[in-house]
C-alpha cells in the first residue's frame, strides 16, 4: 500500500522550463512534507520541505505547494537547468511519530539543454 | 567533514551467502536507518534504530537483521540473500534531539546489491 503516490514517473523540460512533480497522500496525520534530490551514484539529499501549515514555500528556483484539503503537494521547479537533472523524491511523516518517512515512487528529471 | 559511509559499495552474491553491509556516521547521531531502493517503488525503509542498543523493524524487514552495538555503526545483515534482496540500499542517520523539519536526514552514497 503506498501511502505516498508521486507523478509523473519521469519528466523531459526544456532547459527554462517549468518542471512540476505531484504528490497525493493518505495520512491525514502527515505533517511535514519533504523533497528529496537525488543525483546517480549519489544518496537523497534534502531539496525543500514544507509543514501544512502553509501553502507555499520557495527557495531559489524551487516552490512546493501544498493542498491540505486535496492532500496534495507539488514541486515547482523554475528556469529548470541540465543540473536539475536527477531523480526527485516526495517524502511524508508524523512528526511525533519520530524519524519514519514514507516515500513516493520518485520521479527522473531530465532538463534537455 | 560529516557524513555517512556505506562498504561496500557494489557487492555481487549469490543466493545464501551470509553478507554484512557496514554503515558509519561521524555525526553523533543517535537515529540510523536502512533503506532499499527499488524502481517505481521509491525508498522503503527496512529498520531504524533511535540509539544504542534500540532496533526497530521499518516497512519490509523480512529477510534482513540489524544491530547497533555502538553509537556510529549499524550493520545490515543478509543471513540468506534470495534474489529479491537485489536492491540498492541506503544508510541514513539524523539527530533525534530534534525533529524531521529542524534536523535533517542525512543519507550514505548507496549499496548496490546483486543477489544470483
Known sequence: ?113 | EAQVTQNPRYLITVTGKKLTVTCSQNMNHEYMSWYRQDPGLGLRQIYYSMNVEVTDKGDVPEGYKVSRKEKRNFPLILESPSPNQTSLYFCASRRVAGTLSTDTQYFGPGTRLTVL
Open chain 1, 1 to 113: 500500500q503506498q501511502q505516498v503516490k508521486q507523478s509523473p514517473q519521469s519528466l523531459i523540460v526544456q532547459k527554462g522550463g517549468i518542471s512540476i512533480i505531484n504528490c497525493a497522500y493518505e495520512n491525514t496525520a502527515f505533517d511535514y512534507f519533504p523533497w528529496y534530490q537525488q543525483f546517480p551514484g549519489k544518496g537523497p539529499a534534502l531539496l525543500i520541505a514544507i509543514r501544512p501549515d502553509v501553502s507555499e514555500k520557495k527557495e531559489g528556483r524551487f516552490t512546493i505547494s501544498f493542498n491540505k484539503s486535496a492532500k496534495q503537494f507539488s514541486l515547482h521547479i523554475m528556469d529548470s537547468q541540465p543540473g536539475d537533472s536527477a531523480t526527485y523524491f516526495c517524502a511524508a511523516s508524523i512528526e511525533t511519530s519520530g524519524s519514519r518517512l514514507t516515500f513516493g515512487e520518485g520521479t527522473q528529471l531530465t532538463v534537455n539543454p
